[in-house]
C-alpha cells in the first residue's frame, strides 16, 4: 500500500499563489499527477509528471499551473499562480505504481476575496 500526504492548500485572495505538496511512500512510480474536484463536479487532471520529469498539462492551465518532482524525495509539487475563484477544489495527489493508482487524502484550495 502506497501513502500519499498532501500539504499546502488553504485560502489565497484571487491572483494569488499557492505551492502544493505530496510526498510519497514510495521511490518508484510509473506517473504521479494532481487532479482537482470542485463541489458537484468530476475529478479532473490538472498536470502529471513521470520519474524523468516529463510533464503534461491537459488544459488551458499550463500557463498557471506547474508541476515539478523531487525524485530522491519521492516528492511532487504543484505551483499555482494568478489564482482565480474557478480554482477553488480539493487537489488531489496521485501515483500510479506497476499499474495500480493509489490516491491521497486532498487539500482544500480556496480562492477568495
Known amino acids: 500500500q502506497v501513502q500519499l500526504v498532501e500539504s499546502g492548500g488553504g485560502l489565497v485572495q484571487p491572483g494569488g499563489s499557492l505551492s502544493l505538496s505530496c510526498v510519497a511512500s514510495?521511490?518508484?512510480?510509473?506517473?504521479m499527477a494532481w487532479f482537482r474536484q470542485a463541489p458537484g463536479k468530476q475529478r479532473d487532471l490538472v498536470a502529471s509528471?513521470?520519474?524523468?520529469?516529463?510533464?503534461y498539462y491537459p488544459s488551458s492551465d499550463k500557463g498557471r499551473f506547474t508541476i515539478s518532482i523531487d525524485a530522491p524525495k519521492s516528492t511532487v509539487y504543484l505551483q499555482t499562480n494568478s489564482l482565480r475563484p474557478e480554482d477553488t477544489a480539493v487537489y488531489y495527489c496521485t501515483v500510479i505504481v506497476s499499474g495500480t493508482q493509489y490516491w491521497g487524502q486532498g487539500t482544500q484550495v480556496t480562492v477568495s476575496s
Open positions: 509528471i513521470t520519474p524523468n520529469g516529463s510533464t
Open positions: 514510495t521511490s518508484t512510480f510509473d506517473v
